[in-house]
Every structure is written in C-alpha cells, then in structure tokens.
C-alpha cells in the first residue's frame, strides 16, 4: 500500500515513516508542508496514494484546506484519510471530518493502535474506490451507501461511525442520533436510472441539510434511502418538524428523471435517540436504531396511506 504522511516535524515524519516501513513494509512517501503534499499528488497520477496520514498541528486553515483539496483531487473523492492529532479542540475535529476526513487517531497512540487503524480504513477497498463519471451509469444496489456530494454536512457512513467514536461524554450527553427515509424508495430504485437515482438521492440530501443550517450536525446516506446524522450542543431533532420542512422544500423543487417528469419524492422521519451515558460501540448501536426507526416510520406511512385508501371497502 502507498500512503503519502504529512508533517511539519521532520523528526515525527522520518520516524513515523521508519516505522510503517519497518514494521508493515508499507511505500511511504513523506511531505513537511501541504504544498509539498499537493505535489507529491500531482506527480503521483501513474502511482497514486492509496491511503493518507496527515498530522494537525499545522495552523486550522492549512490542514483543512489540504483535507478539501485532497477530496476535491481527480481520484482522490473516497481515498482513507488518517488525522493524527494532539488537538482537543473539538469544532476543529468537526471541521476537519467535514472536510473529508475518514478517522482521527489522537496523540500519543501506539504503532499497533497506528496499524490497526490503517487495516482497518483500508480494507474494505470496493467502499472507498474512486468515484468516476462513468460509475454513475452502473446499476447499484439499494443497499449501498452512495457519496453524497457537495452538499454541507454530509460526510461518509464509515466518516461518521469514526466521528462519533471520537465524541466525550461530555460531548454526548447533550447529542441525539437520528434518521429519516424516502418514501417509495424500492420504486424510485427500480424506475430510474442509476445516475438519476443518485440525483434524487443528492437532492434529499440538499433538502436535509438546508432544514439543518441552524444546528451543529454531521449527516450521512446509508444506503436504502435512509440518511443518519447525529446532532450536537443539546439540540435534539424534532424530527416531525423536520420531515415536514424538508417535504415542503421537495414540494417546491421540481425533482425530475431524465425524461423530465416531476417525481413526488417524500420522507419520513424516525425517533432522535440520546446518546448519554453512551460510547464506543453503543454509539454506533443508536445509529442503527436511528436507521431501523426512519425505516419503520416509512414502513408505518406506507401502511397508513394504503389504509386510507381502503378504507370500509370491501373486495
């Protein structure tokens, strides 16, 4: 594997280099500044980076700014990105993940602990292969956890998984994971083409994240037509309110298919869920419980509307 690691120490980058070259044989190359960074990805177009290691003690705006031009790099869309920090600053971890990043590791970790997170990124590659244009004319399956692209607060499942691993107690105890879901998505999926599928999908999303200015929340779509997202600073979702706002934003946004018929797409919302007194791994359970109750309440709308229909009729 080929990962380029960059850090201002030339002391930490030779011996992080040393390490990953000795203890996992890995192609390292190395890069003190974010400008030697984008060259060394410029010159990298034959033999490109299979994953980064970028360390954030460089100045906000430096680090950041590499994170968005990695991501906006022809190739580079869905390639791992590992933050090592010290930094404790949270909004600067939230910036960071919003502008791309796939995990933080924070200082001082072990090389076992450094290994591990780098196995662990790296092994699922078909998730984090590049996105090209052609991509978006292949048939995928409703399951799969499409990239939502420029759209605010929006980031990667896996992303998300990792940022909420990262979050305090403290951090917790004022957060709500929540979900919502499209309505008729076995329909959509079957009736339109892939890349009008993953438009109505990136539209939603739009819709989602403009409801959402207001609040500290990072989102992400998890496949079957169902977003997550976990809100902070002890803002909980009223999630009715919020399905009810963004259906009226879809309302009004003349969604359409290739042959440009309007297309009547909806959401449902399920329960926010508290995460007090939550970490580690019961973290992530409430994302699933997040995802199963938007996927109930699309079930429950569907049971609804077709009860309405039938009413006192008889066959």
């Known amino acids: 594997m080929r990962i380029l690691a960059v850090d201002k120490d030339p002391i930490v980058l030779e011996t992080l280099v040393q390490l990953l070259l000795q203890t996992a044989g890995y192609d390292v190359i190395a890069a003190l500044t974010p400008d030697a960074a984008l060259e060394a990805i410029a010159q990298s177009k034959a033999n490109p980076f299979d994953c980064f ?9 430096g680090s950041i700014a590499l994170l968005e031009d990695i991501r906006q790099h022809d190739g580079y869309a869905q390639t791992p990105v590992l933050i090592l920090t010290a930094l404790t600053d949270k909004p600067y971890i ?4 919003a502008a791309g990043t796939t995990d933080c590791l924070t200082k001082p970790f072990t090389v076992s602990t450094l290994l591990g997170r780098l196995a662990t990124m ?9 996105v090209s244009a052609p991509a978006f004319d292949a048939p995928v399956p409703l399951s799969a956890t499409l990239k939502i692209f420029d759209t605010d607060r929006f980031i990667e499942l896996k992303a998300l998984e990792n940022y909420a691993k990262q979050l305090s107690r ?13 309505r008729d998505i076995e329909m959509y999926h079957s009736a339109l083409s892939p890349f009008d599928f993953h438009c109505m999908i990136n539209d939603v999303a739009d819709a989602i994240s403009a409801d959402m200015q ?18 902070e600073h ?3 979702p009223q999630t009715e309110r919020v399905m009810n706002h963004v259906n009226a934003r879809l309302a009004g946004s003349d969604i359409t298919d290739g042959d440009g018929t309007v297309l009547d797409v909806r959401i449902s919302a399920g329960h926010a869920l508290r995460l007090t007194w939550k970490s580690g791994c019961s973290v992530l359970d409430a994302l699933t419980q997040a995802r199963q109750s938007a996927a109930t309440a699309r079930v429950a709308y569907g049971k609804l509307r077709d009860g309405f229909w039938f009413m006192d009729r008889s066959a």
């Open 214 to 231: 207001h609040c500290q929340s990072l989102l992400s779509y998890a496949g079957d037509g169902i977003f997550v997202g976990i809100a």
């Open 53 to 61: 290691l970028i360390d954030c003690t460089f100045a906000e705006v």
């Open 234 to 236: 002890n803002w909980r």
């Open 122 to 130: 790296t092994a699922p590659a078909a998730r984090f292969a590049p």
């Open 94 to 97: 939230d910036a960071a993940f």
């Open 170 to 182: 403290g951090t917790l105890y004022g957060s709500s994971a929540f979900g919502f879901a499209i």
